[in-house]
């Protein structure tokens, strides 16, 4: 139990475009999912909280003018990356926590490689 | 804001010796310490985690252990193996949030 996928796992775009990640929990709900960024040789650095219909709530640095989450069920967080730039190249990773677990465990996804050409 | 720190940042043991890797965290708030194990590519994987009523948790070769005044935790492997060769990260979490510390690479030399 607790599989979270993600979707896709890698993808490549043109700078100035738009990609949407996806992060489905698949065996349970989650009341939370988290979206992270890891650049190589570097920790995950957590970008945005969302909570299943309510607005996201960002880290200190990341834009959320360009990184928009939207929570839409128990089971289905996106992150779509607006206007990408080569900068924005990394391996973005979700995570969700389920509903009935009493502690903070974290299920993460299989992450997705973006390249920004 | 919170932060985690971890030491050291890389390590490389002899097989069959232990490791050992050290974190601090900042956020009084925190009471779940999980460690990840992570390959090149991959997600994170979960090898050990204690909460915080805890002071010491051991998994075969893995033991963990926390110091809730001094808001310490640790990871020990011992009898390392070759597969054991990975970044490790330690982690602290509240209700709110997991914060990552910067990682440790581990090498096992034969």
């Known amino acids: 139990g607790a599989v979270v996928s993600q979707h896709p796992s890698r993808v490549i775009c043109k700078s100035g475009t738009s990609v949407k990640i996806e992060c489905r929990s698949l065996?349970?709900?989650?009341?939370?999912m988290f979206w992270y960024r890891q650049f190589p040789k570097q920790s995950l650095m957590l970008m945005a909280t969302s909570n299943e219909g309510s607005k996201a709530t960002y880290e200190q640095g990341v834009e959320k003018d360009k990184f928009l989450i939207n929570h839409a069920s128990l089971t289905l967080s996106t992150l779509t990356v607006t206007s990408a730039h080569p900068e924005d190249s990394s391996f973005y990773i979700c995570?969700?926590?389920?509903?009935?677990?009493?502690?903070?465990?974290?299920?993460f996804g299989p992450g997705t490689r973006l390249t920004v050409l | 804001g919170e932060n985690v720190e971890q030491h050291p940042s890389t390590l490389s043991v002899q097989e069959g010796d232990s490791a050992v890797i050290k974190c601090t965290y900042s956020?009084?708030?925190?009471?779940?310490f999980p460690w990840y194990k992570q390959e090149l590519g991959k997600r994170p994987q979960l090898i050990i985690d204690i909460r915080s009523n805890v002071g010491e948790k051991k998994d075969q070769r893995i033991a963990v252990t926390l110091n809730k005044t001094a808001k310490h935790f640790s990871l020990h492997i011992t009898e390392t193996q070759p597969e054991d060769s990975a970044v490790y990260f330690c982690a602290a979490s509240s209700a709110s949030k997991i914060i990552f510390g910067s990682g440790t690479r581990l090498s096992i030399r034969p």
């Open positions: 065996d349970f709900q989650a009341t939370t």
């Open positions: 995570s969700a926590r389920e509903i009935s677990r009493g502690y903070n465990e974290q299920f």
């Open positions: 956020d009084s708030a925190s009471n779940y």
